[in-house]
């Protein structure tokens, strides 16, 4: 590669640390993972799967009832597809009522939709908060979702076999459908959880025990830190050492406190990408940090954001209001997630910078 060729790439990776588009959409991407993760999407298929060496125990010779085509059963079949992968049997949602979530989604169908249509609490049913399905709403679940399943299997007739792969792909195309509904109302939340997931990860060593939304608290050390990032949205404090302690709430998002509970660091992070709401993000950010600084004067502050406009840098220029990190640039670069990090290791006493 020409030393020209790799000015380009470098000069290239520098433009996305600052664009604002860059970051909103980094910020979609660990979501539409997290919340794969958290709705169970990413192990449905596999608690599926699991019912195939007992496939001969359910019997679908009661398939019509079901709600099941019969020539759309016979191409299931015939395209070598285990039935028990295409269509609900009611057996199989009695005993594990939370893989309805998995033919809804087969079925390409939003929990919304399918709610008008049949009875029962979906969301607690597919996060399995409910053991048992009255028989009514199980009738009512296994024939919506089947003859929607046979639907799909039929517009296949004439055009091409189904795939087992096109079960796969039906699956999660409703699972982003119904993840990108949740992000449209999430996006600043999102960039809340990145600062959160970098911050644990640089603090990980200082951590000695965390505090969850619930009132518990963890009881191993050290703390493991898959544990905590797999419930990031779930901490509410970070006990360090020394007394100090890393409070995740509003206003601000962030706020490092010594053992007085006196806040030393404070972070707002504004994710927005609108231009226009630019100044009045600048303001909300300034009135924390002012409520903050009520308690301590020589409070230092740090402002994470997605859109940084020519007004608003001049603001922040003029009155050195704080330290300002692009979140595009803290996604991208290493080495700014590690200097930011570092700022709140040095207020910890005796605290290792890491560089």
């Not at 049997?89 to 939709?113: D, T």
């Not at 979702?145 to 299997?153: C, Q």
């Not at 449209?184 to 060593?205: A, C, F, K, S, Y």
């Not at 890393?246 to 994710?271: G, H, Q, T, Y």
Request: one cysteine or more; proline letters at 4%; hydrophobic letters at 40%.
């Amino acid at each position: 590669m020409s030393g020209k060729t790799t000015d380009g790439w470098i000069a290239f990776a520098e433009q996305l640390a600052g664009s604002p588009e860059f970051a909103h959409y980094s910020l979609r991407s660990r979501f539409f993972v997290r919340r794969l993760r958290e709705l169970g999407f990413l192990q449905i298929s596999s608690e599926v799967q699991k019912l195939l060496p007992l496939k001969d125990s359910f019997k679908w010779c009661k398939r019509e009832a079901f709600g099941i085509d019969e020539d759309a059963y016979q191409a299931i079949v015939s395209n070598d597809i285990e039935p028990i992968l295409c269509f609900a049997h009611p057996r199989v949602i009695a005993e594990q009522p939370s893989l309805v979530l998995y033919y809804r989604c087969l079925a390409m169908i939003s929990q919304k939709g399918l709610g008008r249509i049949a009875s029962g609490n979906l969301a607690h049913i597919e996060q399995g908060q409910v053991p048992i399905i009255d028989e009514n709403t199980t009738i009512e679940l296994i024939t919506t979702i089947n003859k929607l399943l046979s639907n799909i299997v039929s517009s296949f007739f004439g055009i091409r076999d189904l795939t087992k792969q096109d079960l796969q792909a039906f699956l999660f195309a409703q699972a982003g459908t119904q993840i990108q509904g949740s992000w449209n109302n999430d996006v600043g939340m999102q960039g809340e959880i990145t600062i959160r997931e970098m911050l644990v990860r640089h603090l990980h060593p200082h951590i000695l025990q965390v505090v969850w939304r619930d009132d518990t608290s963890t009881n191993e050390t050290p703390v493991p830190l898959d544990l905590v990032l797999s419930h990031i949205e779930d901490i509410r404090v970070l006990r360090l050492e020394k007394g100090y302690h890393c409070i995740f709430a509003s206003e601000p998002d962030v706020s490092l406190r010594n053992a007085d509970n006196v806040p030393v660091l404070s972070v707002e992070v504004k994710a927005g990408q609108d231009p226009a709401g630019a100044l009045e993000r600048l303001g909300a950010a300034m009135k924390s940090f002012d409520h903050e600084k009520g308690l301590n004067p020589r409070l230092k502050t740090i402002y994470v954001v997605s859109c940084l406009t020519d007004e608003v840098k001049r603001r922040i220029q003029q009155d050195n209001l704080f330290h300002t990190y692009l979140l595009s640039q803290l996604i991208a670069d290493r080495d700014t997630q590690r200097r930011f990090a570092n700022r709140f290791v040095a207020e910890i006493p005796h605290g290792n910078s890491g560089d």
